[in-house]
């Protein structure tokens, strides 16, 4: 499969910059004033605006205008359904981490299931309901895109 193609190739170069993934997990976490996103990853102020535009314009982020008394107005940044839609990535990215990277206290967060606690894994399933191992996965090219390629 040529490398323009492929799904995962055109994902990274959408959100696999240095910083753009924990930018989007903070927005997660709900830090969405500039001010507050600086401070909590240490970042710097050229680099997060640069980031916080090639979100905004990959329609990841949406920019919010507010003001606070005497001061001109500012943007907070929330994540759309589209960068939502990155949460189960991040979640996957957090897995690793914990299973591979975790430093001699642990895995520094949880993830726990709001209704009764559980701990949250990431399963894969088919459409039919059941779970897959990710070893009985077979990547096929899609018919449709293999019919379009011969024309």
Same mark, same amino acid.
């Given at each position: 499969?040529?490398? =323009?193609?492929?799904?995962?190739?055109?994902?990274?170069?959408?959100?696999?910059?240095?910083?753009?993934?924990?930018?989007?997990? /903070?927005?997660? #976490?709900?830090?969405?004033?500039? /001010? &507050?996103?600086?401070?909590?990853?240490?970042?710097?102020?050229?680099?997060?605006?640069?980031?916080?535009?090639? #979100?905004? !314009?990959?329609?990841?982020?949406?920019?919010?205008? @507010?003001?606070?008394?005497?001061?001109? +107005?500012?943007?907070? @940044?929330?994540?759309?359904?589209?960068?939502?839609?990155?949460? +189960?990535?991040?979640?996957?990215?957090? !897995?690793?981490?914990?299973?591979?990277? !975790? &430093?001699?206290?642990?895995?520094?967060?949880?993830?726990?299931?709001?209704?009764?606690?559980?701990?949250?894994?990431?399963?894969?399933?088919?459409?039919? =309901?059941?779970?897959?191992?990710?070893?009985?996965?077979?990547?096929?090219?899609?018919? /449709?895109?293999?019919? !379009?390629?011969?024309?």
């Amino acid at each position: 499969m040529p490398h =323009g193609e492929c799904s995962i190739a055109r994902t990274m170069a959408l959100v696999g910059a240095p910083w753009t993934l924990v930018v989007v997990r /903070d927005l997660m #976490l709900g830090v969405r004033r500039f /001010d &507050d996103l600086v401070a909590h990853l240490g970042i710097a102020r050229n680099v997060l605006a640069h980031r916080l535009d090639e #979100l905004v !314009a990959a329609g990841l982020v949406e920019a919010v205008p @507010y003001r606070e008394e005497g001061r001109r +107005p500012r943007r907070e @940044y929330r994540l759309t359904a589209r960068g939502a839609d990155l949460r +189960p990535v991040l979640f996957a990215l957090l !897995a690793f981490g914990d299973a591979h990277l !975790a &430093d001699a206290g642990g895995p520094p967060v949880r993830l726990a299931h709001r209704d009764c606690g559980g701990e949250v894994r990431l399963t894969a399933g088919c459409e039919h =309901g059941h779970e897959v191992a990710l070893d009985d996965v077979r990547v096929t090219v899609a018919a /449709d895109r293999d019919a !379009a390629r011969q024309r």
